[in-house]
């Protein structure tokens, strides 16, 4: 028998979906009044629920990291918010990983920032990072095909692909620093 702590945890995973599915608060009712071969069809229907929800986060994320510009963890958690309601900061954060394991979204790391999340993959294209702002941008690659730069030494390894990001001021922030010396 399904005790008072499954039934609690559910509700507490049932709370951010109410807005969203109107089923989720049929089903939170079902768990709690059910017994017997109903209450495990009910709990088969809230792991369903529960199934069409992460997919749907999911979904809310790869759409918001493929429309977004290079976004932290913080900026694709508040798209994911506005397009679906509550989602945890950890559930963002295993989503991104998978994703990116998946080959659909891609992590760039930029030296003493944290790490950001684009659409772009599939091509050999590196960034540009503004060292005053951190804004970063697409720059297509340097010169032909991947890996589009020869090390002087490949030391027998097999290469696919060069990753090199650019640093500059980006044209605000060089405004404003020829503003300011002025």
């Known amino acids: 028998m ?10 507490r995973a049932l709370v951010g979906l109410r807005q969203q599915l109107p089923e ?10 059910g017994g017997g071969t109903q209450q495990l069809r009910r709990k088969a229907a809230v792991h369903r629920l529960l199934e069409r929800a992460q997919r749907t986060a999911r979904v809310a994320l790869l759409e918001t990291v493929r429309d977004g510009d290079h976004l932290g963890v913080d900026g694709v958690a508040s798209g994911v918010r506005a397009r679906v309601g509550h989602v945890s900061l ?39 990072v503004c060292r005053s702002c951190g804004v970063v941008a697409d720059v297509d690659c340097a010169v032909g ?7 002087s030494d490949d030391l ?10 650019y640093w500059g001021l980006c044209a605000d922030c060089s405004a404003r620093s020829t503003q300011s010396t002025t």
């Open 2 to 11: 399904l005790g008072c702590h499954w039934r609690a945890s559910v509700r």
């Open 24 to 33: 989720a608060r049929l089903a939170v009712q079902a768990v709690e009044i």
């Open 90 to 128: 950890q559930a963002v954060y295993e989503a991104l990983h998978a994703l990116t394991a998946a080959g659909l979204i891609r992590r760039i790391e930029p030296a003493g920032g944290p790490p950001r999340f684009e659409g772009r993959v599939g091509d050999n294209h590196h960034h540009i």
């Open 145 to 151: 095909e991947a890996p589009c730069l020869t090390p």
């Open 156 to 165: 027998g390894f097999t290469l696919s692909e060069a990753e090199v990001i």
